[in-house]
């Protein structure tokens, strides 16, 4: 997915068709997805993102909507088996997921197991028909681990490759999402997520190459003021 033209976000409202808003905390209730669904459908968000458990409510909160309901997997860790993954990633899409965010398998990626990421990923990618946002953790990655890490997510026909959790510790940089960028090329997309606050930082995040931006505070940054 193409990066977005600095002309089409001119006020913080025009944010709102890149974000996807995200309710992942282990202690978020029902009421606060529905919450969420809610504001989504108001702003005209991308997304609503949450933790499988709560995809099914999501699909039926967004009927007819636009939005589109999205689950992560094997989140935050990355630490599953392939089977496990596949097996959770295609449970996800049968409870209405039309898109999956999944952690890339961080411990064969850290331990330079090149070819068994690359192998999990094409069999999470390849067991279901949703697009797949492949999430690298950046901040646990060194300069060379990220650019491998979007290539081998490119490679495997990742949707997306996705900057963070959130629950790392580091979220998106500008000077991440410009490289994951720079290796992915115009034909997938960028997402930035993780300690995005600011409006101003959101629109600098697209200028650098994000075509989406994951939020917990997507309503904060429709809301507020460029600089
Ligand atoms: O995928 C999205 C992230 O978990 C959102 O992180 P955030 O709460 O820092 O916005």
Known sequence: MRSVPPEAIRTPRDLAPYLDHTVLAPEATLEDVRRA????????????????????????????????????????????????RVAEAREAARLGAEELDLVIRLPALLAGRHEDVLQDLRAVIGAVGVPVKVILETSRLTRDQRVVAAALARCAGAAYVKTSTGFAGGGATVEDVALLRAVVGEQVGVKASGGIRTAAAARAMLAAGASRIGASGSVALVSGAFP
Request: with cysteine.
């Open 37 to 84: 669904c809610a504001e989504a459908r108001a702003h005209r968000f991308a997304g609503v993102c949450v933790r499988a458990d709560a995809v099914a409510e999501v699909r039926r909160a967004l009927e007819g909507s636009g939005v589109r309901a999205v689950a992560v997997v094997d989140f935050p860790r990355g630490e599953a088996d392939t089977g496990a």
